[in-house]
Structure formats: C-alpha cells, structure tokens
C-alpha cells in the first residue's frame, strides 16, 4: 500500500486499469460464465481460457513492474530543489571513506549522509569544517552496519574522516566542497 502512495497519479490509474481488467476477467469466469453454460469452459474452450488467464497475468506483472517504478529524473529534480532531503551515501572501508562520484553541494542546507561500513573493524564519520568544529559525527559503526547522520552545511570545505584511533593517519580521510 506504500508503494502505491508514492507513485504518480498516472502510474496509479494504469495499475488500477490493468487490475480492473484482470479483476473482471476472474470473476465473469468464475461467476457468471457457469450460470450460462454449466460445462464452462468445457474441453474446446479451455485452452483458450488458460492462454487468456496468463496473458492477463503476465499483464498485471508487467504493469506494475513498469509502472510501479518512478522515473530517476524525476527523484533526482526533487533532491535538488530541496537539499534537506537529499541523503549521501558513503561507503567506509579500511581506510577509505568514498562518496559518490556526482556528489556536488552547490548551496549549503542540512543534508542526511547515509554512512555504510562494508569494513571488517568499526568505524565512524566526523565532519570538521565551518561552524561544525567535530561536533557532528555518527557512532561507532559495526561491520556491515549503517548509521544516519543530518547535518547543516554552509558553503566552505570540509574534512569527513573515521576519529578511530590511527584511521585518520593510514589516510581515512576525504574533502567535501559546499558552494
């Protein structure tokens, strides 16, 4: 039901076209077809009854595998008109913080960084920068874990880096430019 409440209008209509088809087609066959013919759909009429009933399926998957997806650009425009929703994916490895390859912040704003330990040791993600002075960062992240972190970023460099002891120094450590 989620799902449904975040796709677009035109997305909802077909997926209720193509369910209303296919809702009709079961019951007038289980219905209302055995009142006119009680054989229904008898020897002749039943391959005919099973190609329709997977095509009518295989319809109603194709559908919602079709639209049930929202377009990428259209979730893309969104993050940037509003940089308090867009969230950052990072990925921490021993001893390496990597942010996406497009992670461009052209106007401060709070944003939400999704930090990803794929390491086998606990790490963490401090930023140090204007205004911010180390006070934001995440727990300490087991392995495999995530953490989320929001924090508020005015135009300026920054330096995100693990504060685990000696992970800073063996070069976990990246810039992020704001601006």
Same mark, same amino acid.
């Given at each position: 039901?989620?799902? &449904? *409440? ?5 997305? =909802? ?8 088809? @296919?809702?009709? @087609?079961?019951?007038? $066959? $289980? @219905?209302?077809?055995p009142k006119f013919r ?8 039943? $391959?005919?009854?099973m190609l329709a009933s ?6 109603? +998957?194709? *559908?919602?595998?079709? &639209? *049930?997806? !929202? =377009? !990428?650009?259209?979730? !893309? ?16 490895? !021993?001893?390496?913080?990597? +942010? ?10 709070? #944003? ?7 390491? =086998? ?7 140090? /920068?204007?205004? +911010? ?8 992240? %087991? ?6 972190? =929001?924090?508020? +970023?005015?135009?300026? $460099?920054?330096?995100? #880096?693990?504060?685990? %002891? /000696? ?11 704001? /601006?």
């Amino acid at each position: 039901m989620l799902v &449904l *409440a975040g796709l677009a209008t035109g997305n =909802k209509i077909g997926i209720a076209a193509v369910a209303a088809v @296919f809702i009709s @087609f079961a019951l007038v $066959s $289980s @219905f209302v077809a055995p009142k006119f013919r009680p054989e229904f759909p008898g020897r002749q009429g039943l $391959s005919v009854f099973m190609l329709a009933s997977f095509v009518l399926f295989a319809a109603m +998957l194709t *559908a919602i595998a079709v &639209l *049930a997806v !929202e =377009k !990428e650009t259209e979730t !893309e425009g969104a993050h940037a008109a509003a940089p308090a929703k867009q969230a950052i994916d990072v990925q921490e490895t !021993e001893f390496k913080i990597q +942010l996406p390859a497009n992670t461009e912040l052209k106007q401060g704003g709070e #944003y939400t960084f999704v930090v990803h330990n794929a390491g =086998k040791v606990q790490h963490d993600l401090v930023f140090e /920068g204007p205004n +911010l002075a180390g006070k934001d960062r995440t727990a300490l992240i %087991d392995p495999g874990g995530e953490a989320k972190l =929001k924090v508020t +970023l005015s135009a300026g $460099s920054y330096t995100l #880096y693990c504060s685990v %002891d /000696g992970h800073r120094a063996a070069g976990m450590a990246t810039k992020l430019v704001v /601006g």
